[in-house]
């Protein structure tokens, strides 16, 4: 990917189009497998103008991280209009784009980060930095459920849940990319109704998640995607 940007450019603006274009040649390989000179050579300049913005690739790919992780953490966000389910939905489709589009890259940054060969200390630097990545990820995410189930306190019982779900939802992306055997519409919709029996079996045990329960699937059109899965196990049921 040339860029064919001759112009000069601002310290901030040449950053930013390091980041961009190592974000897009770590979302199609994984991030050991990218040399400085292809991002140089992808972003038209030389090797050593690369290190006069970033020391090394390290630095270079835990930006790119950060951009990666803050584009993940707005898929979560939606207009609090209609059936949670269709909502959902929504919200399932850009998370499985960013992971189709990402593979690599989100393998990675699910994982820890990739095994960069730069010293113990450095190394376990980056872990940490990796991981509270991925912790403001899925903070972003539970904090837009909640919004998305108009709950500001929690219960115990329903944070377990969403996080839970959430924690699913990212377990499942990651097998998914290992061939991708199940058609990604369907995966869609079974993460959706993932939530939904999380949320009923919880209702089972608690008043409160029961009350809830009825709540969204109340408020559910006849062809949303939670009750689409009542209707699938009823058709179970002996």
């Known amino acids: 990917m040339t860029t064919g940007v001759r112009r000069r450019m601002g310290v901030e603006e040449r950053r930013q189009q390091l980041i961009g274009v190592a974000l897009e040649l770590f979302s199609h390989r994984s991030p050991d497998e990218v040399s400085i000179d292809e991002i140089a050579a992808a972003a038209g300049i030389s090797r050593p103008l690369v290190y006069h913005y970033f020391p090394g690739k390290l630095s ?23 059936a ?3 909502r959902l939905l929504r919200v399932m489709g850009r998370f499985l ?21 730069a010293g113990a200390a450095c190394s376990m630097q980056t872990a ?11 903070q ?4 837009q ?6 709950v500001a306190a929690p219960s115990p019982r329903l944070e377990l849940v969403v996080r839970s779900w959430i924690s ?22 079974q993460l959706v109704h993932d939530f939904a029996a999380l949320a009923a079996v919880s209702a ?35």
């Open 60 to 82: 270079l790919y835990e930006a790119a991280l950060k951009r990666a992780a803050e584009d993940l953490a707005g898929r979560f966000e939606e207009p609090s209009d209609g």
């Open 84 to 86: 949670l389910g269709v």
């Open 97 to 117: 784009d960013f992971v189709d589009e990402h593979g690599p890259g989100f393998s990675a940054l699910m994982r820890g980060g990739p095994a960069v060969s």
């Open 128 to 138: 940490s930095a990796t991981n509270a990545l991925i912790d403001s990820v899925r």
């Open 140 to 143: 972003a995410a539970y904090v």
């Open 145 to 150: 459920i909640l919004a998305h189930l108009d």
């Open 168 to 189: 699913l939802a990212e377990s499942t992306a990651l097998l998914w990319l290992d061939g991708r055997r199940i058609p990604r519409e369907e995966l869609q919709l």
């Open 204 to 238: 089972a045990h608690d008043t409160e998640m029961a009350e809830l329960l009825r709540r969204i699937l109340g408020a559910e059109p006849a062809d949303g995607p939670f009750r689409d899965l009542v209707d699938r196990l009823a058709t179970l049921a002996p």
